[in-house]
């Protein structure tokens, strides 16, 4: 795993080896990260990333939220409660040096702590196990999510906008399907 665009780009991301098999750790693909941000970037959605801050939710090894600050975030913070992800993601902001523009919350996604409204979301729950909407309304109740805010929905399966979002765009990739919202507030 590598950081595919902006000032980071090539970076090589620590590797996730065997990892902890009850981490549930399945990192976005090169593959699918580069064609994610060659749409968030294409113009549809306006200019998503520059200035943005940036809330990934079951991080995981904190790939997406790294690709957005190597193209021009603003501010990162990446939620996960699993050991194995919160040191991977550890690893990897310090590789990159950006320790003073992130946030790591240690804490399940779904028990979300009052936040700071964010503009583009991620949101990455382990596959198939209904823990996407669960978390979506979390972020909404601690005030995460920004008027307007763009919200990158990774499944396995297509996802219906829950009440509050208009789905915008959704696009497969192999077994995965990104699901693009935004917040109507």
Not at 92 to 108: C, E, G, P
Not at 127 to 156: C, T
Request: net charge positive; aromatic share 6%.
């Amino acid at each position: 795993m590598r950081i595919i665009g902006g000032t980071h780009r090539g970076t090589a991301l620590a590797a996730v080896g065997k990892g902890d098999a009850g981490a549930h750790l399945r990192p976005t693909t090169d593959r699918v990260r580069e064609s994610l941000f060659n749409v968030l970037q294409g113009g549809r959605f306006g200019d998503p990333i520059h200035g943005a801050r940036v809330l990934d939710m079951f991080a995981g090894t904190g790939a997406l939220g790294l690709e957005a600050l190597s193209r021009g975030a603003s501010q990162v913070t990446f939620v996960d409660n699993g050991r194995a992800a919160q040191k991977l993601i550890r690893e990897n902001i310090a590789k990159l040096r950006r320790q003073s523009d992130t946030t790591l919350i240690s804490a399940d996604a779904n028990k979300l702590p009052k936040g700071t409204p964010c503009d583009l979301i991620f949101l990455d729950p382990p596959y198939g196990q209904e823990l996407g909407n669960k978390a979506l309304n979390a972020a909404l109740r601690g005030d995460w999510i920004a008027p307007g805010a763009l919200i990158i929905w990774e499944e396995s399966q297509a996802q219906i906008a829950p009440q509050g979002f208009k789905t915008l765009d959704q696009r497969r990739y192999g077994d995965t399907w990104i699901t693009f919202l935004r917040h109507d507030a």
